[in-house]
Structure formats: structure tokens, C-alpha cells
């Protein structure tokens, strides 16, 4: 497949507000830089993340889905992240299953002490998502902006 | 139609040397249902607000967005501003354009694009929001506490000290617990007696405690603030208010080959007993499965003796029902059963005993009076072996994976005491580790070292032997030596693991609290929230969360204790509005949401549904309880129908985000 | 065990035994480690045992340098040089006799022999 060097692709990040969020802030308060690609949605825990959001953001166009929620066993609902880690292992199988790069969905633990992590993660996972190039197969394209 | 206000924060040069906050403004100025949209120099001071507030009145917004730092930092701010210029407060959404933009991005044209992004994101959001109110929710002014050992009672007084109604439910007949049966505490060698029994009596005294002695919770139903608890009173047989605990039952009774507990059955009592002279309540109990009366209907010298007529054969369980604000589990640990560590003979030989047993057989109330004698021939012991970690630190099934914590320093105690009483005796301990993590505890066991010369060995022991001579042949490994040893011993005292009380699962499950694969509780942070449970209302004390001493054990007491005085101080809990609601029309009554729940705030009720034909069906449909749910939001994702949603991030207000982000 | 043995050398050494906990360190820092059948720490334990005469027919009690490393490095001030010192003693006593007589000693001297060798014997005789 050919890289479009210029190829900028539209990330949504999901973040349990007691973690991961608290995590991407610190990765501010500490200005260390991720791409701008990445666009945060906070959600009360990972749990909370229905893998349809996923399903509609590629369909919407978006190049990759991140969802980060608290380490297991810290999640503030304790066990909020065990039903996230089960409910995304099922969605790669579907993705497999429909012959979609499973890539462009990523899973991630990160802690709000984590800010260095955090940014590190965006870093890689747009780096990866970038790599895979533009989502043609699961974007629909009515829903493309003209 | 909505009338939505932006208003844009510079945050002095933090957001505005990176974003170009004009063209913020102006970008989103033109979003639908924008009204007005502002750009300021320090939003979240009080000119800003005024801003808000002015707009909010002047163009009667529907919805507010603050593009700004992050929701964690302001979102109270600018919602209580919102209130008071009368807008819900839950129609103000944040836009985080600086933690997550201006900091962490270099070139003002993509950040001022992100920006855009993000400001357009929360007004796609703020158009689906809808005005919350928090419920409220009254908190009874009465607290139960689980369990009447050291922890119950030390919860118990301090509730009662801050002036609430406070009641012990004790299983057994008397509340003191475990620290009752121990002979003296470490480090300091005070005896547990003369500690504990003025606790028991001051609690008994308590005008605003009641003990619930012999007494088991059967049910708790409802919520923080408000539950209410079935509480059996099992039959005594005896009436507590007219038993004055003479005692004279006890000594007439003619059956008096009964195993006694509170001895660890190295000595009898009789059917009918007060457990030990300290008892509180001191009240007498009949062992129907040994009184004599109750067997066979021949006897009957306790009633005959009792002068104040308080003997009742006849007496049932009764139940009652009381109101809570707040539940405090204390319900304890016991030593584990020895039953499948064959190899230290603890059920061939009766000179092989528990730590827990040489407590009573060293206490001047034991069964020997104080003498330390072997239980076999009652002569005096002249070798002792101590086993460490006997089930602790054991990854199979037959002991317990963790450390029971207390072995090593009461071993030492052990030791120590009977090296003091009895010179002349020779003690070994075995130890894996010696673990003396506590304020003088390491001066402690240096001490049984150093100047009571017990004699430490690092390894464990492989077989205890008794021998025909009466003698137990204890074989062990001295590994720092590198070799095998056999010792000739006269006892050998083995420090059992301890476990939850086999009370604790099913009260979790009454309580929906959570618990370890151990069965200890698990409290709703491991380092920020140790005595409370997950879930809200119940709070945790003493050994029932994990392994503890008598000093932690009385902290942790008096932690929850101030836990719960923090809630029924309160006259009603706000509850936060961000919480799962059911669509009942939508819910097909599978349980899926019930299951995922931690907090069991999910109930399945049958409601009468009017049909399309007129006629009327009843159904089984979800209902959330508000005051109980936390707001994660699991059940959402779990429920197939799309009935369950959770007010505040609702799918359509999360899908309405990712559609903006990716336009 | 030879219980007058172990109340001879606890006397001539003035070192408490049981104050050792066994973390090993005057081993672990012993220059003549390699050189030792039985090891400072071990020295401790077997005289806190009374095993007195395996230690005393030992070539160890005449590896040891003396350099006193143990010493100052033990966490509990157990001072396990001096337990060595104190055997060496026993064994001396029993044998009626120096092993080495002064004027040897010069025949003795090598090229290789550490500066702490000569500083320790020098301590030693230098009364």
C-alpha cells in the first residue's frame, strides 16, 4: 500500500474520567507533546465505552479508536476495566471476523500518575494508525464530508 | 431551538500564546445553536463568571460550553456559576483546550484547529444534555456495627461518643471476640484482659449502645442512609432481662462434659454457661444439643436453682427489624483447621497445639489456671518447638497464598513469656521469615533473641513425630547450618494461618460489598479509601479486611467509626445525578444489567403495562436506585435492548462527540 | 557441644552471639572469603551452637586477616573478627603453643602478601 506522507488521520481517544483523563492532563501539566490527532472523549469509566461508539467512529471516518481506562484492579468502580478488557477482546474477534485491521482499535492502561505514558501511547498508536494508512474499509461514505 | 453561549478562556498566555482564541471564538460562533460566543482573558475569575452569568440572563442560553482547562480543575466553578443565574448546572460542558491542547501542542495552527475540534465536540454535546437534579436522599441516625470483638467495640464507643445509636449484632454469647481468649498482647506484655474487659463494660454501660448478643443479621435491605436489617435473636433459652449471671445454673448443672470454646476445648463446661467471668452481656446460654431437659425432657435443675425465674425451655428465635444510616462489618478472623497438615501431627497428638490453644493453656482463667502443663499428662514441658507460617504463605489449597501478619510477633511473645515463667525450658522456633514490620517490634523479637535466648532457626520443619515415651520427635532443617535437625521436644506450638469468619461470604453477599479470593473484604481503594467498602454506606473494621494486630485492628476501628459518624452527621446525602436510568418500555427484563452492577443498585420489578390492544400485561423490568448507583455505566453497554442509558454521558451525547470529532 | 568451650571463647571474645540476625554482611564483606572453609557469619552461628572444635580444626581461624571489615560493617555491632580471634585463641591454648614462632615469619614474607596482612600481624604482636 502506498504511504501518503501527508496522510493525517482523525484519532478518538476514550479516557475513564479517574485515570486515563487525570493521566492526559498530567501529560499536559508536564507539556510533553502528542500529536494533535488525538481527540479525547471522557467517559465516567473505560466500561462505559460501548464498542458501537467504536464501530460508529470508524464509520464516521475516524483512522483509530483508543480506549484507556485505569489499571486493572484501580479502577474506580473496581471492576469497571475487567468488563472493558472482555467486551474489546470480543469486538478484535468480530473485527477479525469481518477482516478488519484489529490495529486500529487499541486497549491501554494508564494511570493519572502516568502523564509520560500517556503521551508516549498517542505518540505510538498515531504513529501505527498512520502506518496502516486511511480507513477505507469500514468508513461509510455517505457519512464523508463532501 | 437551543440557545447555546461559547465563551473561550485565554488562561493569561497558557491557552492563548498556543491557540489563537479569536478564531476559536469566531469559529464556533458559528456552530448550530451558537447564540454568542466570547472570548476572555481568566474565565474561572470572578469578572469571567460575571461574563457567564450576564450571557446566560441576557440571552437566556440553553446550554453553556467553556472552552478552558480541564473539566477536573473548573467544572464546578463554572456549573455553580451556571446555577446561579439560574441555568441547571448540568447543561455547562467543558472544553479541554488546555491541558489537552494548548500545553502539549507547539504550532498555533493545528492547536487552534484542535481547539475548534474540541469546542465544536462539547457544543455537539451540550445540545443533547438535559437539565439533572441531585436527589436527596435522608440518612437514618443510627449505625449497626457487625461483630462485637475489639474492632466492634472500639467502632461501637466512638460512634457513640459523636452521639448516635449504635448497635453490636455478636454471634456469640458474649462480645469481647478473640482478644478475649488472648493471655497478654505484644509488644508491651499487658494483659488483653485487663484492656479489653473495661471496653466491654463501657460499651454494655452506653446509654447509646445496644447489644445484640447471640444474634446473627438474617437480611439487610436498601441503601446508604437508609437500610433496614432483619436481625435474628437465636434462642438462649434464658431470658436475658431477668438472668442476673449469678452463675449458679452453671455450677448445678449435672451435665458438665461439654467442649468448651471459649477454651479451645481443652476443658469442659457445662450445658448451661456463661463463657467466661467477664461476659458481657453476663447472661446465661443452654446448649440445646447437651441439655439434658431439652434431649430428653429429664432435668430441669436450672430452672429449679434459678431464683430469678428466668430459664425459659421453651424460648424461640425472634426476629426484629431495624433502620440504618451506616453498617460497619467487623466480623473477625479464626485460625484455620489443621485437619490436612498431616505432618505435624496435630490431630494424633494433644501436646501439638495451635497458638490460639497455648493462649488459653498460659492464662490464669485457662484451663490449667496459668500453669503451662502438657495437655497429654498435664507435666511440665521442658522443650517447646514453635512452627511459623503453618498455612501461611502456602499457594495450594491446603493453607492460605498471604501472610497472616500477627505469627511472628506472637510466637516471639510466646517464646518469651514461657523463657521468663519457666527458665528452664528450652525454646525453638522455625521460621521462614521473621517479619517484624511495627513500631517496636523488631526491639521485640531481638529481644526474645538476645536476652531470652530462644533459639531462632531459619528453616521449616518437615515431620513431627510423637514418640511412645510420650516425647515428639521433631524434624527440621537448620539451613543457614546446612543440615537436618531432630529435636527431642515436650510440645510443639504451631502458628496457624488465620482466615475470615466462614460469616463474612454470606453477609457480602447480603451487603452486595465486595470480597478477595480470600474472603477478606476489599475496600474501595487500597490506599486512599482502606476502610470503607465500594459500597456507599458500608464500612469496614478490623480483621475482616485483611490480617491485623490489635493496634491496627482499634485504628482501623476508630478510621470507620469516623467514616460513619461523617455520614450520619448528615441530615440527607446529595446523590450524584449522573446515574443509570432504565427505559422500561425498551427493557426486555433480561438481568444483564443486574449482573454487571457492583453495586447492586439494579432491581427487577413487575409493572403493569398498558398494551396497543387496550389490555393491560404485567412485566419484569429493570429499576435503577439512584441514592445506590455510582454512575459507571457497565449495565449501558451490557443491556442488549439499548434500554439502559446513564444520564450525563448518554450514548447519544457520546456518539453526537465522536460524529463531531470525525467531521 | 562442648558447653566450657563455648563459655571460654564467649569470654575471651566479649561478643554477644545472639545479637547477630544472620544478614550475612561480615561475610560479604570479607577479603579472605575465598580462602575460608567456614565464613564469618558461620563462625557466629556455629559458636551461638557451641560447635566449637569443628571451627578449631579448621584451617579458617588462620585465614582470617583480622582487618576488622567485619567489624565495622556489621549492623549490629556483633564484632564477629573477634569470635575468629577468640577460637584461634582456644586452638592455640590447646595445642600448648604458638603455631608460628616470630622468627619464622620473616622466611614467610612474600612479594604477593597484602598490606593487610602486615598491618594485622603487626597489630597482633606489636604489644
Known sequence: MQVNENFEPVIVAFCCNWCSYAGADLSGTNRLNYPTNVKIIRVPCSCRVNPMFILRAFQKGADGVIICGCHPGDCHYTSGNYFTRRRITLLYSMLDFLGIERDRTRLEWVSAAEGAKFAATMQQFTEDVKALGPNRRLEDLRCRKQ | ?663 | MNKNLKEQVLRSSGVNVLKCMRCGKCSATCPSYDEMEYHPHQFVYMVEKGDIETLMKSESIYKCLTCFACVDRCPRGVEPARVVEAVRLAAVRQQGGNRLEPSDIPALLDEDLPQQAIVTAMRKYAK
Open chain 2, 1 to 663: 431551538m437551543q440557545r447555546i453561549g461559547v465563551f473561550v478562556c485565554h488562561c493569561g498566555t497558557n491557552i492563548a500564546a498556543t491557540v489563537d482564541v479569536k478564531a476559536v471564538a469566531e469559529a464556533l460562533g458559528h456552530e448550530p445553536g451558537v447564540v454568542i460566543s466570547q472570548e476572555y482573558q481568566y474565565m474561572c475569575s470572578e469578572s469571567g463568571q460575571e461574563l457567564v452569568k450576564n450571557a446566560i440572563k441576557e440571552q437566556k442560553l440553553t446550554g453553556v460550553v467553556i472552552c478552558s482547562c480541564s473539566p477536573r480543575m473548573h467544572e464546578n466553578t463554572f456549573r455553580k456559576a451556571a446555577a446561579s443565574a439560574g441555568l441547571n448546572p448540568y447543561l455547562v460542558e467543558i472544553a479541554n483546550i488546555r491541558e489537552q491542547c494548548s500545553w502539549i501542542h507547539k504550532d498555533i495552527a493545528t492547536a487552534t484547529e484542535k481547539a475548534i475540534i474540541l469546542g465544536r465536540t462539547a457544543v455537539a454535546k451540550v445540545h443533547l444534555n438535559t437539565p439533572l437534579t441531585s436527589m436527596e436522599s435522608p440518612v437514618v441516625k443510627r449505625a449497626l456495627v457487625i461483630g462485637g470483638g475489639i474492632a466492634g467495640i472500639q467502632t461501637a464507643l466512638d460512634i457513640a461518643e459523636a452521639g448516635f445509636d449504635v448497635d453490636i449484632v455478636e454471634k456469640n454469647p458474649t462480645i469481647g471476640g478473640k482478644m478475649a481468649q488472648i493471655d497478654k498482647t505484644f509488644p508491651t506484655l499487658d494483659c488483653a484482659a485487663c484492656i479489653l474487659t473495661p471496653k466491654m463494660v463501657e460499651a454494655s454501660q452506653n446509654e447509646r449502645i445496644t447489644i445484640h448478643s447471640f444474634s446473627e443479621v438474617a437480611d439487610v435491605k436498601g441503601f446508604v442512609g437508609n437500610f433496614t436489617v432483619k436481625i435474628k435473636k437465636k434462642a438462649r433459652f434464658v431470658d436475658e432481662t431477668k438472668c442476673t449471671g449469678c452463675g449458679l445454673c452453671t455450677e448445678k448443672c449435672p451435665m458438665k462434659k461439654v467442649p468448651n470454646e471459649f477454651n479451645m476445648g481443652l476443658d469442659n463446661r457445662s450445658a448451661i454457661y456463661i463463657p467466661f467471668a467477664q461476659a458481657v452481656p453476663k447472661v446465661a446460654t443452654i446448649d440445646p444439643n447437651y441439655c439434658m431437659m431439652m434431649k430428653s425432657g429429664k432435668c430441669g435443675v436450672c430452672s429449679k436453682v434459678c431464683s430469678a425465674g428466668a430459664i425459659d425451655y421453651k424460648q424461640q428465635d425472634t426476629f426484629i427489624e431495624q433502620q440504618y444510616g451506616a453498617i460497619v462489618v467487623a466480623t473477625g478472623f479464626n485460625p484455620i483447621k489443621l485437619d490436612k497438615y498431616d505432618e505435624f501431627a496435630y490431630n494424633q497428638c494433644p501436646d501439638v497445639v495451635t497458638s490460639l490453644e497455648l493462649e488459653r493453656l498460659m492464662n490464669a482463667a485457662g484451663p490449667n489456671g496459668g500453669t503451662l502443663l502438657r495437655p497429654s499428662d498435664k507435666s511440665h514441658p521442658h522443650t517447646i518447638v514453635f512452627v511459623q507460617c503453618v498455612g501461611s504463605r502456602c499457594d495450594d489449597e491446603k493453607g492460605k497464598p498471604y501472610c497472616s501478619k500477627i505469627c511472628c510477633m506472637y510466637t516471639a511473645k510466646h517464646a518469651m513469656l514461657i523463657r521468663e515463667k519457666y527458665p528452664d525450658t528450652e525454646v525453638y522456633v522455625f521460621y521462614i521469615d521473621v517479619r517484624t514490620p511495627g513500631k517496636n517490634f523488631d526491639e521485640f523479637y531481638r529481644r526474645a533473641v538476645e536476652q531470652y535466648n530462644v533459639h531462632y532457626i531459619k528453616g521449616m520443619v518437615g515431620k513431627v513425630t510423637p514418640k511412645s515415651d510420650g516425647k515428639i520427635d521433631v524434624q527440621a532443617s537448620d539451613l543457614l547450618a546446612g543440615e537436618q535437625l531432630h529435636i527431642n521436644a515436650d510440645m510443639v506450638v504451631l502458628a496457624a494461618a488465620i482466615e475470615p469468619d466462614k460469616t463474612a461470604r454470606p453477609l457480602a453477599t447480603m451487603l452486595t460489598t465486595q470480597m478477595d479470593t480470600n474472603d477478606f473484604f476489599t475496600e474501595a481503594h487500597p490506599k486512599l479509601r482502606p476502610v470503607e467498602s465500594a459500597t456507599a454506606g458500608i464500612f469496614l473494621s478490623g480483621a475482616c479486611q485483611g490480617p491485623k494486630d490489635i493496634p491496627e485492628t482499634v485504628a482501623q476501628a476508630s478510621a470507620a467509626a469516623a467514616k460513619a459518624i461523617g455520614l450520619l452527621c448528615k441530615n440527607s446525602i446529595t446523590c450524584n445525578p449522573c446515574v443509570a436510568h432504565s427505559d422500561e418500555l425498551m427493557c426486555n427484563g433480561c438481568s444483564s444489567c443486574e449482573k454487571v452492577c457492583p453495586y447492586g443498585a439494579i432491581t427487577y420489578v413487575d409493572k403493569e403495562f398498558r398494551m396497543p390492544d387496550r389490555s393491560t400485561k404485567v412485566r419484569r423490568v429493570a429499576s435503577v436506585n439512584p441514592a445506590v448507583c455510582q454512575g459507571c455505566g457497565a449495565c449501558t453497554v451490557a443491556c442488549p435492548s439499548g434500554a439502559m442509558d446513564l444520564s450525563g454521558f448518554s450514548n447519544s451525547q457520546i456518539m453526537a462527540e465522536v460524529d463531531a470529532i470525525c467531521k
